[in-house]
Structures are given as C-alpha cells and as structure tokens.
C-alpha cells in the first residue's frame, strides 16, 4: 500500500505562486510515474502535470504548460508541484497521484493510489 499526502495549499493572489508537495509513506515511488490532478467544483478531474519514473521526462496540459513544474525527490519519496503566474481559473483541489506503471500517462485510470487533495484558491 502506499499513502500519499498533499501539503501546500492555499489561497493566493492572481499572479502569486504556490509550491505543492505530495509525501508518500509504505511504499518507494522510484520507478513509478507520478502526476498531479485538479478537479474544480463541479467538474471532472483533470489532469495537470506528470513526471516519469526517474524524472527523466515530464508532461504538462496545455492550461499550465509554460507556468507549472512537477519535479520528484525518490530519495525523499516525494513529489512537487511548483505553479507559478496563478490564475482564477487555477483554483480547484489538487491531487498527487502514483501511476500504474513508469511511462507518461494522463487519464485517471491509469493511476492507482490518489492523496486526499489539497484546496488551491486563486483571487482575482
């Protein structure tokens, strides 16, 4: 099993910045891709940011491209979300997750061990 929790939320200005960590317990994270997931009030999960098993590559959807860097720390078993230039339309909870296998993925379903969320309010 492995438990991952969220840390970092917040409420912000537009424009601010927000570093968001996921710490995971029970099991190591080297070797798995790892990604970050929002989900507003009222609308589906999406996905935001994933980062493969040795951080060699990372991904990001176009909404956050340019404005957020996920990176990992497999010694700290750790996972960072760095977001940056916020905007309204950021705000939402946010979700780190540990994928199935080590390759970019972005659908939910290939991620079987999700943190409990952290709450991210930007103002406008």
């Known amino acids: 099993q492995v438990q991952l929790v969220e840390s970092g939320g917040g409420l912000v200005q537009a424009g601010g910045s927000l570093r968001l960590s996921c710490a995971a317990s029970?099991?190591?994270?080297?070797?798995?891709?790892m990604g970050w997931f929002r989900q507003a009030q009222g609308k589906e999960r999406e996905f935001i940011a994933t980062?493969?098993?040795?951080?060699?590559?990372?991904y990001y959807a176009d909404s956050v491209k340019g404005r957020f860097t996920i990176s990992r720390d497999n010694a700290k078993n750790t996972v960072s979300l760095q977001m940056n230039s916020l905007k309204p339309e950021d705000t939402a909870v946010y979700y780190c997750?540990?994928?199935?296998?080590?390759?970019?993925?972005?659908?939910?379903?290939?991620?079987?061990?999700w943190g409990q969320g952290t709450q991210v309010t930007v103002s406008s």
């Open positions: 029970g099991r190591n994270l080297g070797g798995y891709a």
């Open positions: 997750a540990r994928c199935r296998g080590a390759d970019v993925r972005t659908s939910p379903s290939d991620y079987n061990y």
């Open positions: 980062i493969t098993g040795y951080g060699g590559v990372t």
